[in-house]
């Protein structure tokens, strides 16, 4: 029988992820957007584009017929998530009720507050002692206690690679590599949670193919690459062939920023992230799909690098050598 899936923010970062992983993977697809979704996912034989506000609570059911899994991808503007991030849960819940179906959400690890510990699990204490923290943990709880809804959060670090933008990798770590620049939000040695959002797609179409199985409320773990500035350095300069000068984000004017941009204000919020270590323990995970997918750190870097323009052309006479031999 075939799978449906129903992606909400399909034009997000994960969103165009996961339309590709799970319309590769033989899913029939409904890509949820306000805006037209990129021309290679809507040119798609698999997926078909849902134009709507996913606050229209009508649109989104009727939506969701017939589909066996739900991915609640939306993202409010960082500084909108108090106003907006609960109505949007409700929305994605609303619809997964409708059909019946399994709700999946991509979490983060705000939940655990500002002293995280350095190894995250699914059962480590979560506490709300930051205005994010406590929007997450009321979302998953609200998926956990809602009656008759099945769901999964796979939660994972900071997303980087694939087409969309506005990663901590295209805003801060690549931003000056053309200028032989690496910026680093953090200590270089301090190990931080990553997710390639290539291989975190392909764990949730294994986790969706799943659905029958999955009763109640699971939350499960990702782990990514849980890597420190000093290998991510490395793995740019080996992309980019070439040395690149470490930098610091400039946190200090950003500090008298914010008194003026709010987004500046929840960056800084959010900066124990660079300052405590932390990685996520996949075991749950690996439980129930088996080993995960990963693409070494490497060529996951190379490859968000070349999706971002940033690699360095081939220069025509190697071009032509290659061309004569
Ligand atoms: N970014 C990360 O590093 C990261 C890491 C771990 C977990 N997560 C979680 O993964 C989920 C998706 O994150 P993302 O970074 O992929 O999201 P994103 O790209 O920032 O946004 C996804 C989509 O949300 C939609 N959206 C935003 N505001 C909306 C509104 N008012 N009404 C309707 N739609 C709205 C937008 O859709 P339109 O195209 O319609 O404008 C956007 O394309 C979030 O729960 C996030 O917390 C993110």
């Given at each position: 029988?075939?799978?449906?899936?129903?992606?909400?923010?399909?034009?997000?970062?994960?969103?165009?992820?996961?339309?590709?992983?799970?319309a590769?993977?033989?899913?029939s697809?409904?890509?949820?957007?306000?805006?037209?979704l990129?021309?290679?996912?809507?040119?798609?034989?698999?997926?078909q584009?849902?134009?709507?506000?996913?606050?229209?609570?009508?649109?989104?059911?009727?939506?969701?017929?017939?589909?066996?899994?739900?991915?609640?991808?939306?993202?409010?503007?960082?500084t909108?998530?108090?106003?907006?991030?609960?109505?949007?849960?409700?929305?994605?819940?609303?619809?997964?009720?409708?059909s019946?179906?399994?709700?999946?959400?991509?979490?983060?690890?705000?939940?655990?507050g500002?002293?995280?510990?350095?190894?995250?699990?699914?059962?480590?204490?979560?506490?709300?002692?930051?205005?994010?923290a406590?929007?997450?943990?009321?979302?998953?709880?609200?998926?956990?206690?809602?009656?008759?809804?099945?769901?999964?959060?796979?939660?994972?670090?900071?997303?980087?690679?694939?087409?969309?933008?506005?990663?901590?990798?295209?805003?801060?770590?690549?931003s000056?590599?053309?200028?032989?620049?690496?910026?680093?939000?953090?200590?270089?040695?301090t190990l931080?949670a990553?997710a390639y959002l290539?291989?975190?797609?392909?764990?949730?179409?294994?986790?969706?193919?799943?659905?029958?199985?999955?009763?109640?409320?699971?939350?499960?773990?990702?782990a990514?690459h849980?890597?420190?500035?000093?290998?991510?350095?490395?793995?740019m300069?080996?992309?980019?062939?070439?040395?690149?000068?470490?930098?610091?984000?400039?946190?200090?004017?950003?500090?008298?920023?914010?008194?003026l941009?709010?987004?500046?204000?929840?960056?800084?919020?959010?900066?124990?992230?660079?300052?405590?270590?932390?990685?996520?323990?996949?075991?749950?995970?690996?439980?129930?799909?088996?080993?995960?997918?990963?693409?070494?750190l490497?060529?996951?870097?190379?490859?968000?690098?070349?999706e971002?323009?940033?690699?360095?052309?081939?220069?025509?006479?190697?071009?032509?050598?290659?061309a004569?031999?």
């Amino acid at each position: 029988m075939a799978s449906n899936v129903l992606i909400l923010g399909a034009a997000g970062r994960i969103g165009q992820a996961l339309v590709s992983a799970f319309a590769e993977a033989g899913w029939s697809v409904r890509a949820q957007a306000r805006k037209p979704l990129p021309t290679a996912l809507a040119a798609h034989p698999r997926v078909q584009a849902v134009r709507c506000d996913a606050l229209d609570a009508h649109a989104l059911r009727a939506a969701a017929q017939g589909v066996q899994v739900v991915i609640h991808a939306l993202n409010p503007p960082y500084t909108q998530w108090d106003k907006l991030a609960l109505p949007l849960l409700d929305a994605a819940i609303g619809a997964a009720r409708e059909s019946g179906a399994l709700l999946m959400l991509p979490g983060n690890v705000y939940n655990f507050g500002s002293d995280l510990p350095a190894r995250l699990s699914p059962g480590t204490p979560q506490r709300g002692d930051t205005p994010k923290a406590r929007l997450r943990i009321e979302t998953e709880s609200r998926m956990a206690t809602t009656p008759g809804l099945r769901s999964v959060v796979i939660r994972a670090g900071d997303f980087f690679g694939g087409p969309g933008r506005g990663t901590w990798l295209d805003m801060a770590l690549a931003s000056r590599v053309n200028k032989g620049r690496f910026v680093y939000p953090g200590a270089l040695d301090t190990l931080h949670a990553w997710a390639y959002l290539p291989d975190l797609a392909q764990a949730f179409v294994r986790v969706a193919d799943r659905h029958a199985e999955l009763a109640g409320h699971h939350a499960l773990h990702f782990a990514g690459h849980a890597v420190t500035g000093a290998q991510l350095h490395e793995a740019m300069q080996t992309a980019m062939g070439r040395d690149l000068k470490a930098a610091d984000l400039p946190w200090g004017l950003i500090r008298v920023g914010a008194l003026l941009v709010p987004m500046w204000r929840e960056l800084l919020v959010m900066r124990y992230l660079w300052q405590r270590p932390h990685q996520l323990d996949d075991e749950g995970l690996r439980d129930l799909i088996g080993p995960l997918p990963q693409t070494p750190l490497h060529q996951a870097v190379r490859a968000s690098l070349g999706e971002l323009g940033l690699l360095p052309q081939p220069s025509a006479s190697a071009f032509n050598a290659k061309a004569r031999a």
